[in-house]
């Protein structure tokens, strides 16, 4: 267990729709990662959040946006659902999202859009 | 922004033999190379990691070498067992005016042939 909570494991939704993925991210970390992992893809980074502001944006599309609570938590959200966001959606955190720190992984939420 | 190539896409070694996995990266200012580990339908897990100031680092069976130079770093592994069948990722992480971004390779999946 890496300390890292992602919910839910699993979500089935159909086109056009809207969901929120959420993160606890370990405790006293105050980075936090959202990476999207298409099937046999790599891990695309899209957004990296510190302690509670933006900090680095990757490939995220406009339909997609997140956020990082006081309490560090992360929320990741996806609207006007496409067939092709079905993926998995890994976050991961690190003590201070800067360089050097092991950055740990949750167990991802599958999303599958219909 | 950072780019990260990682060769080959796919490895099949006989157990017992030696796997070598090489990635390039773009950004000078890169200076901490993770690799990580994914398991079928798993999270990624830091195996090794290693930073600017050395080059090489071992653990175990697990060894990373990294030239700055030719900005390449490459995974070995010893040695091999059917355990170590997984995909394989490595990172290059930058820091730009305190702003870390994780950036990963698109794989490599490994299959030890027993």
């Not at chain 1, 339909?63 to 996806?78: G, I, Y």
């Not at chain 1, 609207?79 to 050097?100: I, K, M, Q, V």
């Not at chain 2, 897990?45 to 069976?61: A, F, M, T, Y």
């Amino acid at each position: 267990d890496s300390g890292v909570t992602q919910t839910p494991k699993h979500l089935i939704t159909a086109t056009g729709q809207r969901v929120t993925l959420r993160c606890s991210p370990r405790s006293g970390d105050l980075s936090v990662y959202w990476y999207q992992q298409s099937l046999d893809q790599g891990l695309q980074f899209l957004i990296q959040y510190y302690n509670g502001e933006e900090r680095a944006k990757g490939n995220i599309l406009e339909r997609f946006s997140a956020q990082q609570f006081p309490d560090l938590h992360s929320e990741l959200n996806l609207s006007s659902l496409e067939l092709g966001d079905s993926a998995l959606y890994f976050c991961a955190s690190n003590p201070r999202g800067d360089t050097g720190a092991e950055a740990f992984f949750g167990q991802g939420t599958r999303l599958t859009v219909v | 922004g950072e780019n990260v190539e990682q060769h080959p896409s796919t490895l099949s070694v006989q157990e017992g033999d030696s796997a070598v996995i090489k990635c390039t990266y773009s950004d000078s200012a890169s200076n901490y190379f993770p690799w990580y580990k994914q398991e079928l339908g798993k999270r990624p897990q830091l195996i090794i990691d290693i930073r600017s100031n050395v080059g090489e680092k071992k653990d175990q069976r697990i060894a990373v070498t990294l030239n700055k130079t030719a900005k390449h770093f490459s995974l070995h592994i010893t040695e091999t067992q059917p355990e170590d069948s997984a995909v394989y990722f490595c990172a290059a992480s930058t820091t730009n005016f305190g702003n870390e971004k994780l950036t990963f390779g698109t794989g490599t999946r490994l299959t030890i042939i027993p």
